[in-house]
Every structure is written in C-alpha cells, then in structure tokens.
C-alpha cells in the first residue's frame, strides 16, 4: 500500500468526512456528538459483541446511557483536536490514549455502563446513588482536606 492509500483508511470507514477549507481550520468535523458516533465512531470500531453481563457489549441507544455519552463527547472533542492538528501522531495517541481506554469501558458487558444492554436490546443501567450534601458537613470536609494537605502521607517521597 502507499503512503497515500493509508491515509485514506481513515475517510473509508463512512465515507470522506466534510471537506474542509483553511478558512474553517477551527471548525468541527462533524456539527455533533451523534453525528460522529453514527458517522465515525461506530464504523470504525469492530469488536466481538456479547449479549451483556459477560465479554463486550453495547447498546445501539448508546444516547440513552448518560456516562457513555459523556465520555464520548469528551472522546469526539479530543478526536477532532487531533484531527485538527494535521498531525499523524495526534490520532496515534488519540487511539492509544482516548478511544481504546474508553471503548474497554464502555463496552465491558460485566459492569460497564452498558452492561445490562445487548447490541440490539436497550437497558436502563442506574447510576451511582448519590444523596444531597448536606450544607452543613462543608466546613467539616474543608478542614479534614486542609489537614490532609498539611500532614504528608509518611510513606511519600518529597
């Protein structure tokens, strides 16, 4: 294959993303979240699918899975910075760093976000519980963060 026939792997998974003009430098290559996932992400991720609660998994409704859609706008964000930056080692570590790590998340079928969810059966997962806190516990948390800071942990080097 020749350099140019490499570079081009990226555009094939869904088509040549919007041309860009170097007026638009800044701009987004996808308007939005799903149009990325749907247009990008999604074809350009292969993985053995399980039906959940086991091996890998995930939901079509990704959007209906608050924690995936929030480490997925942050991965499309960073993909788009690298994207940008016309630099090859930008998307190699967007890989590496951004897109892996958060599919293995994702797509745990034992305690992801979607683990209760086949590729074609949409769950709702709960999230953490979380009670309000209480406004006056603030100052008790201040000073137990205050004291932390203060005495260093022994063991530590520094």
Known sequence: MSQH?????????????PEQGPEDDDSDVYPDLPSWVEQWFCPAIALKLTDGHRGRTWCAKWWKHGPVAVRLYHVWRAWEKAVRSGDDHAMSAWWSYDCDPAVRVLSDGEVGPM?????TTHRDVPTLPCDPFPADDL???ALALVTTRSHPDPDSEG
Request: a negative charge; charged letters at 30%.
């Open 139 to 141: 100052e008790a948390v």
């Open 115 to 119: 683990h209760a969810c086949s590729p």
């Open 5 to 17: 026939d490499l570079g081009d792997l990226d555009d094939s998974f869904a088509g040549e993303p």
